[in-house]
């Protein structure tokens, strides 16, 4: 290819997708480059979208995205080994015109936007590796190489959407190495029923979804969360943790996940089912220390491979979606106003992003990554408590009221002392504030 | 802790490949004695492609590697493995992501 386009996106997950999409809808020479057999095919995630972040790129997406379930209840539970104690939400509000979050299948969902790409004018080559990016005398992005054959082409800017790993930034030396300690690895299998099974198990309506996250011993003292999502025909069920976690526990992350499907709150959700995948990905959890040096001359970098994870809500593709955006946006008006694609031009985007939800949330929780670290017993004896507490109340056994709570309040002091509970409250509040 | 014997091999049967004979996109560096780093994928990798030889070095099957990248990123200080994506088009293929 000897032309030079006004920009390539690498990659195309939720991120590339929404770059490639905006700059092709404005009338930019877009080229799109991904190494699997077609967008998707790499991409792994729980998976909830986020309606706001795609409608403000494709208002009318609900007409023909592949969308499994709306979601109208949500469970937060923490488990310890024989037990859940949780909260749930759960509203007929989320049954709206225009529902807000829903489950997706992503190789379907990501094929989807990827042909609203080409639609919208932008050219996409699969299977094909971006190996580097290309840089002139002066050190600005003028393009990338692939492993095809005479594969340089070049661009006007690049824009690198290529994922968590961003091989491509940190080969090319504009961003550091992901540290094993800002990401967590998780694992992820698909069980099928029938849909009526699914809808009565959880009780819900045709169209409509639950998710549970839990939290507690099931990560075996690890810092994780885990995860059950309804889809239509689906249930996708998860468990991630830290890097550093595993290397340092030694525990197989499949053994995790076993672990959890067979807790007793969980194995009969899942009863009877057909697994049909087993998956692994690395979620950015780094938080906003992790994020690296967001744009240069002839480059941007935008959704997981700039870092751009909320942990505490587990969002991250609706991040994605919104720096990918407003990274095309960036683009768009510079060609607009004439203006070379150079570090002094394209800090716009950083600006834009730092007005947007995805920089103040991650600004807000920035203090969490390292709260969690040093606070295992989060994972560990807070769970176990929990659940002792909620079992010595409930259990009706002739022991009296005020000996019960006695027996309770003296479980968590012998476990944290005053200090140490006193002192978990102000972390916590401190590092969510 | 409670040992569950997990075959990690039946949960990959479930996956579709698309592996590039002859050219595995994973390699580990000639070594004696393997790093921490390296010893430890043995348990982490979720796909389970590292092992132990008889004399004690780590090695690889890369065949039914999901592409985390956690390998890359644990022995990146160490410089124990060489990754890389498979060529374009090649490796994991996710029916459902």
């Known amino acids: 290819m000897s032309e030079t386009f006004d920009a390539i996106v690498i990659g195309a997950g939720p991120s590339g997708n929404a770059c490639a999409y905006v700059m092709a809808k404005a009338g930019l020479n877009v080229l ?9 095919s790499k991409n792994v995630q729980g998976a909830i979208l986020y309606a706001d972040a795609l409608e403000r790129i494709i208002p009318d997406f609900r007409e023909d995205a592949p969308l499994e379930r709306h979601i109208v209840e949500q469970r937060m539970w923490i488990l310890d080994d024989k037990a859940h104690v949780g909260g749930h939400y759960r509203s007929d509000a989320f049954n709206e015109e225009r529902p807000n979050r829903y489950t997706i299948i992503r ?26 990016l290309i840089k002139d005398d002066k050190g600005k992005v003028i393009g990338v190489r692939t492993d095809r054959e005479d594969g340089d082409i070049y661009a006007d800017v690049v824009v690198m959407a290529d994922g ?18 800002a990401v967590a690895l998780a694992v992820k299998e698909m069980h099928f029923l029938p849909q009526d099974v699914i809808e009565s198990r959880f009780n819900i309506g045709e169209e409509e979804g ?22 239509k025909e689906s249930i996708a069920v998860g468990i991630g943790c830290l890097v550093s976690d595993f290397t340092e526990a030694q525990v197989r992350p499949a053994f995790l996940l076993e672990k959890f499907k067979n807790h007793p709150s969980i194995k009969p959700l899942l009863a009877g089912s057909e697994v049909k995948e087993y998956a692994a990905h690395l979620i950015p959890e780094g938080g906003l220390n992790a994020v690296p040096q967001l744009f240069g001359d002839g480059w941007m970098i935008v959704g997981d491979a700039a870092q751009f994870v909320n942990a505490v809500h587990r969002e ?13 946006e960036t683009v768009i008006n510079a060609k607009k106003a004439g203006k070379p694609m ?36 989060f994972f560990t004896d807070y769970p176990r408590l929990l659940s002792q507490a909620a079992e010595t109340m409930l259990r009706v056994d002739g022991e009296d009221k005020r000996s019960k709570e006695k027996k309770i309040t003296k479980a968590f002091r012998s476990t944290r002392r005053l200090g140490g509970l006193l002192g978990d ?3 916590l509040a401190r590092a969510f504030r | 802790m409670q040992e569950i014997h997990i075959k990690v091999e039946e949960k990959l049967y479930q996956n579709r490949y698309m592996v590039d004979e002859g050219r595995p996109h994973i390699s580990v560096k000639p070594h004696t004695l393997p790093s921490e780093a390296l010893a430890s994928l043995v348990k982490i990798c979720p796909a389970g492609c590292y092992s132990r030889t008889e004399t004690g070095q780590v090695e690889i099957a890369p065949d039914g590697c999901l592409e985390c990248g956690t390998c890359r990123i644990v022995c990146a200080a160490t410089g124990d493995i060489e990754w890389n994506y498979p060529r374009g088009g090649y490796g994991i293929l996710f029916k459902f992501g």
Request: aromatic share 8%.
């Open chain 1, 210 to 231: 639950v998710v549970i996250e839990v939290a507690g011993s099931v990560t075996v003292g690890m810092v994780g969360t885990a995860f059950l999502y309804t889809n």
């Open chain 1, 107 to 132: 190789a379907q969902f990501d094929k989807w936007f990827n042909r609203k790409v080409r639609e919208a004018g932008a050219l996409v080559v699969c299977e094909t590796t971006v190996t580097e």
């Open chain 1, 164 to 181: 968590v790993n961003a091989l491509v930034a940190s080969r090319s030396g504009i961003k550091k190495e992901v540290t094993p300690d």
């Open chain 1, 32 to 40: 799109q480059i991904e190494r699997g057999e077609y967008s998707g």
């Open chain 1, 342 to 377: 150079v570090s002094s031009v394209l800090v716009a985007y950083k600006k834009a992003l730092e007005d947007s939800f995805v920089i103040k949330d991650l600004h807000k929780y920035r203090r969490l990554p390292k709260v969690l670290h040093n606070n295992k017993h």
């Open chain 1, 316 to 328: 991250g593709s609706n991040m994605a979606m919104t720096s990918g955006r407003l990274a095309a």
């Open chain 1, 425 to 427: 409250v102000f972390n």
